[in-house]
């Protein structure tokens, strides 16, 4: 493990290495397919489910779920099996998790990739979804996918230590010069995690799902009847989000709140931001 986070602040790598110590996977078949997930946080409290980025495990969130850990909820966080080629089937697997934790209505907190499942879920699981956070999020982009489809070409027949270099060089492409203890922890759980858990369909499966995603046709009419609450966070300045793309997605979701998170130095992660922190909270906590 040190490998991967020599560079990382001893105060920082500690308070990951508690982390793991404190949470273990709950294991479960659902539909042949086995899933691991983090069930965490009160069970009685508000359940909270989060859904991690293209890393694909749930402790990639971990940082999340130490911070919503400190307020009264019931954290369920989903690692993506590696089997799972589309969004719709993660978000019915994910449904099947919420039924065996007894959950009946959930707030669902997504970033990036996990967005993208994020709005597949609420699409196919409405009746579950009562808050919805989107961040870092754009709706599907259908002329995305012959892009994608170079890459999985690649990824087909290219050895898989140039698969995970690609893979790292992309995940980690916000690196800078001089980057912030929360990224470098990120860099090393990311190479962690490429190199000793990465399979060749794991990484197939990473990019089908995208395609997924981006084949959906959503349209502003199919969540007319859902009577949860939407909110967007954007960061400015990310290129990720073109404006273009916010109003698109912000068509989908009427009567959504909208935040836009200051521009920061690109050296920080979004979570180290006290404005996305706190605009987080007050939607999930006080708008009861």
């Given at each position: 493990?040190?490998?991967?986070?020599?560079k990382?602040?001893?105060?920082?790598?500690?308070?990951?290495?508690?982390?793991?110590?404190?949470?273990?996977?709950?294991?479960?078949?659902?539909?042949?397919?086995?899933?691991?997930y983090?069930?965490?946080?009160?069970?009685?409290?508000?359940?909270?489910?989060?859904?991690?980025?293209?890393?694909?495990?749930?402790?990639?969130?971990?940082?999340?779920?130490?911070?919503?850990?400190?307020?009264?909820?019931?954290?369920?966080?989903?690692?993506?099996?590696?089997q799972?080629?589309?969004?719709?089937?993660?978000?019915?697997?994910?449904?099947?998790?919420?039924?065996?934790?007894?959950?009946?209505?959930?707030?669902?907190?997504?970033?990036?990739?996990?967005?993208?499942?994020?709005?597949?879920?609420?699409?196919?699981?409405?009746?579950l979804?009562?808050?919805?956070?989107?961040?870092?999020a754009?709706?599907?982009?259908g002329?995305?996918?012959?892009?994608?489809?170079?890459?999985?070409?690649?990824f087909?027949?290219?050895?898989?230590?140039?698969?995970k270099?690609i893979?790292r060089?992309?995940?980690?492409?916000?690196?800078?010069?001089?980057?912030?203890?929360?990224?470098?922890?990120?860099?090393?759980?990311?190479?962690?995690?490429?190199?000793?858990?990465?399979?060749?369909?794991?990484?197939?499966?990473?990019?089908l799902?995208?395609?997924?995603?981006?084949q959906?046709?959503?349209?502003?009419?199919?969540?007319?009847?859902?009577?949860?609450?939407t909110?967007?966070?954007?960061?400015?300045?990310?290129?990720?989000?073109?404006?273009a793309?916010?109003?698109?997605?912000?068509?989908?979701y009427?009567?959504?709140?909208?935040?836009?998170?200051?521009s920061?130095?690109?050296?920080?992660?979004?979570?180290?931001?006290?404005?996305?922190?706190?605009v987080?909270?007050?939607?999930?906590?006080q708008?009861?």
């Amino acid at each position: 493990m040190n490998k991967y986070y020599r560079k990382v602040p001893k105060e920082k790598l500690e308070q990951f290495t508690r982390f793991r110590q404190e949470h273990s996977l709950v294991q479960a078949e659902i539909n042949g397919v086995e899933w691991g997930y983090f069930s965490a946080g009160d069970p009685t409290a508000r359940p909270v489910l989060i859904l991690p980025g293209a890393l694909s495990t749930a402790e990639s969130a971990w940082r999340m779920i130490i911070l919503l850990e400190q307020e009264e909820f019931h954290l369920i966080c989903p690692s993506y099996p590696a089997q799972i080629d589309t969004m719709g089937a993660l978000a019915d697997g994910i449904a099947a998790i919420l039924a065996r934790e007894g959950i009946q209505a959930v707030y669902v907190v997504g970033g990036a990739y996990g967005s993208m499942l994020a709005q597949v879920f609420t699409h196919r699981h409405p009746e579950l979804v009562t808050r919805l956070v989107l961040t870092h999020a754009y709706p599907p982009v259908g002329n995305r996918a012959r892009g994608v489809s170079t890459t999985l070409r690649l990824f087909r027949m290219a050895p898989m230590l140039l698969v995970k270099r690609i893979l790292r060089l992309q995940m980690t492409g916000r690196l800078t010069a001089n980057p912030s203890p929360e990224l470098l922890i990120i860099a090393g759980q990311i190479q962690e995690t490429l190199d000793t858990k990465l399979t060749r369909q794991g990484a197939l499966n990473i990019f089908l799902r995208m395609v997924d995603f981006d084949q959906q046709a959503f349209t502003p009419a199919d969540l007319a009847r859902w009577s949860g609450n939407t909110l967007l966070i954007f960061e400015e300045e990310d290129p990720t989000t073109p404006e273009a793309l916010r109003n698109e997605l912000q068509s989908l979701y009427p009567g959504a709140i909208v935040h836009m998170v200051s521009s920061k130095s690109r050296e920080k992660a979004i979570l180290e931001s006290g404005e996305y922190i706190q605009v987080l909270k007050e939607f999930l906590i006080q708008m009861d």
